[in-house]
């Protein structure tokens, strides 16, 4: 029997996510370019995929697009719905997943995943920038600092400083206050990390927090992030290196569906 090779794409509104699965079960090939929905993002992460796996967009059987974006993907077969296929994603780097926290650059959303990895709840913050991966990108502009670097040195954090507007323009005067007050940094760092938590784990607590709870989208790469997460859920929170890619995993194995019925 011959290969059944898949692509899913996930056109984020920061970021674009492109995955190339085999037979439903092995990622070949996977790429990510920091551009999203209205630029050339998507575009160049499936060029991406395709010139690192030598495939040409005749070789796959099925394709999806997802993400916010997904709808104005020309590549794609068919597009489904973030949701769903974070959820699917998130079960395949995590099966015993029952809970998948996904923030992304714009919005925040929690998952309750049944049998098969198929959605069963969920609830989604997607009017606000509070709790999302935007809130992070200008807190660490103002801190002079990569949103990488946010996780490490909130850890230092000995006593986070109280960040309690729920507002990001609001408690982005907070964070200027505190420098001008001279908090150490690593402490304004650990309250917006908290800041995040508080606003995601009452997202949580609405739809019900099944173990094991994993993180999916962008942020799950912020450590600081996952352990306030950790405090405010009282639960262990998982996260993989593939978390960003959940979405197009997800994607491309509802296209391996697509074409199996499997
Ligand atoms: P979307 O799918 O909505 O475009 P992503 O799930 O790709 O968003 O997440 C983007 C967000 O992830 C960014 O806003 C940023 O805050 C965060 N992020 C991305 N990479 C890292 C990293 N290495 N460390 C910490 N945070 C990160």
């Not at 949103?147 to 040195?153: A, Q, S, Y």
């Amino acid at each position: 029997m011959n290969d059944i090779i898949t692509m899913g794409i996930d056109v984020g509104s920061t970021t674009a996510k492109c995955v190339i699965m085999k037979n439903g079960n092995e990622i070949l090939e996977k790429s990510l370019i920091p551009y999203g929905i209205g630029t050339t993002g998507p575009e160049r992460a499936v060029q991406q995929v395709l010139d690192r796996s030598g495939f040409s967009l005749d070789d796959f059987s099925y394709i999806i697009a997802t993400g916010y974006g997904r709808r104005i993907c020309e590549t794609a077969d068919s597009e489904m719905s973030e949701l769903s296929c974070h959820a699917k994603g998130a079960r395949f780097l995590f099966p015993d997943a029952g809970t998948a926290i996904d923030i992304g650059g714009q919005d925040a959303k929690v998952m309750r995943i049944g049998s098969g990895g198929m959605l069963e709840d969920f609830v989604m913050n997607d009017k606000c920038a509070a709790g999302t991966g935007r809130f992070l990108d200008v807190m660490a502009r103002i801190l002079e600092l990569n949103v990488e670097d946010l996780g490490k040195t909130g850890a230092l954090s000995e006593n986070p400083a109280e960040i309690s507007s729920t507002c990001t323009v609001f408690a982005e005067s907070e964070v200027i206050s505190q420098l001008a007050q001279g908090t150490p940094r690593p402490d304004i760092i650990g309250g917006i990390n908290r800041s995040v938590a508080v606003r995601v784990s009452g997202l949580a607590k609405r739809v019900g927090v099944v173990p094991q709870v994993v993180m999916s989208g962008g942020v799950a790469q912020n450590d600081g992030v996952r352990h306030a997460l950790e405090k405010e859920l009282g639960v262990e929170i998982y996260a993989s290196p593939l978390s960003q890619y959940a979405g197009a995993i997800g994607a491309a194995l509802f296209a391996f569906s697509k074409k199996t019925g499997n």
